[in-house]
């Protein structure tokens, strides 16, 4: 059974941080080249790529927080997070993980169609 768990979503003050982490389970990735993602959708408006990290390591922003978060991975526990640094009220957001797609570069991670694996999502509010 394939799980995406996420966690580290919460209340905090703007200029604060926080960490996101995804745990991915259940599942090999058949393609040669996948992708993990971090995407959110703020209540009335569409989901949004945030930021992907490809199998090779190499790693895309949208280009409202570049500068601000970084997504990483660690392999062996096969866990992907989010940092969040110098966060804004617009980054207010339910953050969903996303697994298993296939792309030849890191830029194809923040599209949302081709993921065949999602969270159930972790809230984040950023008050001012």
């Known amino acids: 059974q394939v799980q995406l768990v996420e966690s580290g979503g919460g209340s905090v003050q703007a200029g604060g941080s926080l960490r996101l982490s995804c745990a991915a389970s259940g599942y090999t990735s058949s393609y040669r080249s996948y992708c993990m993602g971090w995407f959110r959708q703020a209540p009335g408006k569409e989901r949004e790529g945030v930021a992907g990290?490809?199998?090779?390591?190499?790693?895309s922003y949208a280009d409202s927080v570049k500068g601000r978060f970084t997504i990483s991975k660690d392999n062996v526990k096969n866990i992907v997070y989010l940092q969040m640094n110098s966060l804004k009220p617009e980054d207010t957001a339910m953050y969903y993980c996303a697994a298993d797609r296939a792309a030849p570069w890191s830029s194809w991670c923040l599209l949302e169609s081709g993921y065949n694996y999602w969270g159930q999502g972790t809230q984040v509010t950023v008050s001012s």
């Open positions: 990290i490809l199998s090779d390591g190499s790693t």
